[in-house]
């Protein structure tokens, strides 16, 4: 098991790094989209049109959505139901993850060859937006992109979880001990700030006293 925990380590860290390029890309397509329907708000207030801001934001949001999905899924941060999960003994847990993963990699390389036929498509190459007059191919090309990453990252956790089971729940435990552990240790950076904040408020509310006196 400690190989396998040392291989899945560097995945970790791989995906961690696509997840924080995922979210920075996100957060710029985000600050675009409001920066175009800004403008374009002002300028229905203004009587004036700039017929690309409309473009820009909306495909700035379709880029966005899909490529924040990347970190969504790869963080485990979308929407679930856990009710009757959370009434499932470990062993039953370890299963139904496995049975998740399986349709998220159906769900997810559907949509990625979907994308990719799309994307090939005459129609879609040749194509041209209205306003932008750029290739239609550069929109759709959000669906294949976000959905191999989120393909890739559903096999890994497949693995993962197939591998939970061989060693019977010994991959869950670790994770959960490291969990543990870096919690413990955030809550005594939080303690020795607090401490800190504390020393360094009393020392100025000493000094402001000393000075009043004086």
Not at 27 to 56: K, N, Y
């Amino acid at each position: 098991m400690t190989k396998f925990m040392k291989f899945k380590d560097c995945v970790d860290t791989i995906f961690d790094w696509i997840s924080t390029a995922a979210k920075f890309f996100s957060a710029c397509l985000l600050i675009v989209m409001i920066c175009a329907v800004s403008v374009q708000v002002v300028g229905r207030v203004l009587e004036f049109r700039v017929p690309v801001t409309e473009e820009i934001g909306t495909y700035s949001l379709i880029w966005m959505t899909y490529i924040a999905s990347i970190a969504v899924i790869i963080k485990g941060e979308h929407l679930s139901v856990d009710l009757f999960l959370n009434r499932y003994k470990p062993g039953q847990r370890r299963v139904v993850r496995v049975f998740i993963d399986v349709l998220l990699i159906v769900f997810c390389g559907m949509l990625m060859l979907f994308g990719f036929q799309l994307c090939q498509n005459p129609i879609i190459i040749n194509g041209r937006t209205p306003a932008l007059q750029m290739s239609r191919l550069y929109v759709y090309l959000s669906v294949p992109i976000a959905m191999t990453f989120a393909t890739l990252f559903a096999v890994y956790d497949l693995i993962v979880a197939v591998a939970d089971i061989a060693f019977k729940g010994g991959l869950t435990e670790e994770e959960n001990r490291r969990k543990a552990i870096e919690e413990a240790k955030h809550e005594k950076e939080l303690e020795a700030e607090e401490a800190e904040f504390k020393k360094v408020f009393l020392a100025n509310e000493e000094h402001k006293e000393k000075e009043e006196n004086q």
